[in-house]
């Protein structure tokens, strides 16, 4: 039985979009994007979000304990991570995410991560023996306006390198398109990146209205269904974004994805949303 106080839970509502399940290791996250939610949800200041890091109490006794009730999970796949990246600098040093990747794989347990660190590379040797999906969030194709909005995270070349690397591996990738604060870059990475990755998310920018009032929301979103559409991509619309595309959008583009391993071949199976 999970109960509320369970480091590995079901998100609530837009969070649910990313994975059916979520676990969040560390507290804080020292990237620094302008754009981070995250920082709201726990009532702290951006500055004071980046500035403590922290692994969250007592959380890899909480993971052994409650790893073994997610053995093949292969439809509920846990995310690492939401409220922060599982790559920080710390993580360097501490290795808590890669202990947690340990952990999964001997309960054979899916798990998909989410960074925008090239740190992740160091742990690939682990994600291609174990059920994983790497995920890259890529925001720009312009490094500069990349340490203007995520100062602290991995650069664009250094994004793209590490997720080449895990494709070259035989590790299933996908990218989280989001938020879209440049549309024109946005369109570039997935020309860049379509035959590295499995899967594509694509959201809005959200929260911040001066930038979202000057985007053609409806105009990107068909450039960019038809864009995944003509390199056979197989890709995931949030919510957000899909009630501005006036184009029908087939069941498989609005249906959270999770992952089924099938005769070693993934196979991308629709799901009902839960909200
Ligand atoms: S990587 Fe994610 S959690 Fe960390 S600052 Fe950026 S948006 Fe926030």
């Excluded at 053995?71 to 993580?91: C, H």
């Excluded at 203007?148 to 390198?161: D, L």
């Excluded at 694509?202 to 269904?225: Q, S, Y």
């Excluded at 197989?234 to 099938?262: A, G, M, N, V």
Aim: overall charge positive.
């Amino acid at each position: 039985m999970v109960n509320n106080m369970s480091v590995i839970y079901t998100p609530k509502g837009k969070a649910y979009e990313y994975s059916p399940l979520a676990l969040n290791i560390y507290e804080g996250c020292a990237h620094a994007c302008k754009y981070c939610y995250a920082p709201d949800i726990f009532h702290r200041t951006l500055d004071d979000y980046q500035a403590k890091v922290l692994p969250r109490a007592n959380i890899m006794s909480r993971i052994r304990q409650e790893a073994p009730r997610y053995a093949d999970n292969a439809d509920r796949p846990i995310l690492l991570s939401f409220t922060s990246d599982p790559y920080q600098p710390l993580e360097k040093e501490l290795e808590l995410t890669r202990q947690t990747i340990n952990i999964f794989r001997d309960y054979a347990v899916h798990y998909r991560i989410l960074t925008k660190s090239s740190l992740a590379a160091r742990d690939f040797d682990i994600m291609e023996n174990s059920h994983s999906e790497f995920g890259m969030t890529m925001v720009f194709l312009n490094d500069r306006h990349r340490q203007e909005w995520e100062p602290n995270a991995s650069s664009v070349m250094e994004r793209m390198n590490t997720l080449i690397e895990a494709s070259r591996r035989g590790i299933k990738t996908w990218v989280s398109l989001e938020p879209v604060i440049i549309p024109k870059e946005t369109l570039g990475i997935i020309k860049h990146l379509a035959p590295y990755v499995n899967r594509f998310s694509l959201g809005k920018l959200n929260h911040h209205p001066e930038i979202e009032r000057t985007i053609d929301w409806a105009d990107f979103g068909v450039a960019a269904v038809a864009l995944l559409r003509n390199l056979g991509k197989s890709f995931y619309i949030k919510k957000d974004l899909q009630k501005h595309i006036k184009i029908t959008l087939r069941p498989e583009e609005i249906t959270i994805p999770s992952t089924q391993k099938q005769g070693g071949i993934v196979k991308w199976k629709t799901t009902q949303m839960k909200l």
